[in-house]
Nanobody
Framework: QVRLMESGGGSVQAGGSLKLSCAVS????????MAWFRQIPGKARVGLAA????????AYADAGHGRFTVSHDSAKNIFDLQGHNLQPDDTGTYYC?????????????????????WGQGTQVTVSS
């Protein structure tokens, strides 16, 4: 069983930065593929970045334009998303997710269908 809890959402002015954290709770600490997704009402979740907890970042969405980075604190088992130069289009609910299958690769790394565990989401609002 894997439980994910996001934190760090809030409001920020355009051009600002925000750090989101995802605390991972699991019965046995395991190497995982994890990712951050963003969703706006009425739209599908869009993958922003993925990371292999055993090796580091493995995928970034082109749409992020290099403004997002992910990292993992192994000791605390916390998965972070750092966003810079945020724009109003970055507004949405941000979810962290973990895959049960560590063989997820390539274009599937940012596909929400490959992820089995989800947090409850945290809202980010970027105002102009």
């Amino acid at each position: 069983q894997v439980r994910l809890m996001e934190s760090g959402g809030g409001s920020v002015q355009a051009g600002g930065s925000l750090k989101l954290s995802c605390a991972v709770s699991e019965d046995t600490k395991t190497r995982r593929i994890m990712a951050w997704f963003r969703q706006i009402p009425g739209k599908a979740r869009v993958g922003l970045a993925a990371l292999d907890t055993g090796s580091g970042p493995v995928a970034y969405a082109d749409a992020g334009h290099g403004r997002f980075t992910v990292s993992h604190d192994s000791a605390k088992n916390i998965f972070d998303l750092q966003g810079h130069n945020l724009q109003p289009d970055d507004t949405g609910t941000y979810y962290c997710a973990a895959a049960a299958d560590t063989s997820v690769w390539g274009p599937f790394l940012l596909s929400p269908t490959k992820y089995d565990y989800w947090g409850q989401g945290t809202q980010v609002t970027v105002s102009s």
